[in-house]
């Protein structure tokens, strides 16, 4: 099993900066992408950033050139830098792992963190 905790969560003024971790623990040696979700009041859950495990990164569109995703590889910890925050970035952020078979056909899993709140004023 894996357990992810997030953290660096909280609130700023748009404009801003947050810089959210988590901390992988458990079976960590199974996740080969790791990656921030989130989701804001009346949406769904959407995909921020992903890094994979030879540290390609995906952004969505809405915070490419904001928002940077990396690792710490010896500590198990993946971080969200988050610049230039707005008030559309307000949501609860969930940090992703899964996990993927080695073999065809693949059979992926997905772990998740509790949360972490960023809320931007204007």
């Known amino acids: 099993q894996v357990q992810l905790v997030e953290s660096g969560g909280g609130s700023v003024q748009a404009g801003g900066s947050l810089r959210l971790s988590c901390a992988a623990s458990g079976s960590i040696g199974s996740l080969n992408t790791m990656g921030w979700y989130r989701q804001a009041p009346g949406k769904e859950r959407e995909l921020v950033a992903s890094?994979?495990?030879?540290?390609?990164?995906n952004y969505a569109d809405s915070v490419k050139g904001r928002f940077t995703i990396s690792r710490d590889n010896a500590k198990t910890v993946v971080y969200l830098q988050m610049n230039s925050l707005t008030p559309e970035d307000t949501a609860d952020y969930y940090c992703?792992?899964?996990?993927?078979?080695?073999?065809?056909?693949?059979?992926?899993?997905?772990?998740w963190g509790q949360g972490t709140q960023v809320s931007v004023s204007s």
């Open positions: 890094i994979t495990s030879d540290g390609s990164t």
């Open positions: 992703n792992g899964r996990s993927r078979s080695r073999t065809w056909p693949y059979r992926f899993n997905d772990y």
